[in-house]
């Protein structure tokens, strides 16, 4: 899941953890009307989170982690 970081079966659109799978850390990002934003209210591409990546460069902006902001990793 893009939003709590968990392997475990549900839809990341339903997902409304307040923290990581883990307990860890507080949440990142969050599914607003089916899309993914940040808290600071920045949207993610949801492709991006994926395993396969997105290949666009039309939106760069967009390419951070969804659990911890970086840019090397979805």
Known sequence: CA???????????????????????????ECIHKGLWTKDGKQLCTAWQREEGCTTTRHDAHHFCSGCGATTHG
């Open 3 to 29: 939003v709590c970081l968990g392997q475990n079966p549900h839809r990341t659109i339903d997902c409304v953890a307040s923290q990581t799978w883990d307990k860890q850390f507080d949440m990142f990002s």
